[in-house]
């Protein structure tokens, strides 16, 4: 079994089980939406009569970012002083 470091450098690692779930979902939904499936020549939504078309992936992120609030989350004040501006860096 591989160790943490290498399962964190890798593409599909989530710290939170909110994000993983997330990712699967927007695949699952570009799987079933967005992917034209080459045997059936038609996304797998619209072979069942879900969808009426291919939807492209801007269609997708708009769906997806309209379940979203619109309220912008605050961050807390504490975490906004962990960053500082080093001056005269490297030259």
Same mark, same amino acid.
């Given at each position: 079994?591989?160790? $943490? $470091?290498?399962?964190?450098?890798?593409? %599909?690692?989530? &710290?939170?089980?909110?994000?993983?779930?997330?990712?699967?979902?927007? !695949?699952?939904?570009? !799987?079933?939406?967005?992917?034209?499936?080459? $045997?059936?020549?038609? $996304?797998?939504a619209a072979a069942? #009569?879900?969808?009426?078309?291919?939807?492209?992936? %801007?269609?997708?992120?708009?769906?997806?970012?309209a379940t979203q609030?619109?309220?912008?989350?605050?961050?807390?004040?504490?975490?906004? &002083?962990?960053?500082?501006?080093?001056? %005269? #860096?490297?030259?």
């Amino acid at each position: 079994m591989p160790s $943490t $470091t290498a399962l964190r450098m890798a593409n %599909g690692f989530s &710290k939170q089980v909110e994000n993983h779930a997330a990712a699967v979902s927007l !695949y699952v939904a570009h !799987y079933n939406l967005c992917r034209v499936h080459e $045997t059936l020549r038609a $996304t797998p939504a619209a072979a069942l #009569g879900i969808a009426d078309r291919v939807w492209s992936v %801007g269609d997708l992120l708009d769906a997806a970012l309209a379940t979203q609030p619109i309220d912008p989350v605050v961050t807390a004040p504490d975490r906004r &002083k962990l960053f500082r501006v080093i001056e %005269g #860096g490297r030259a």
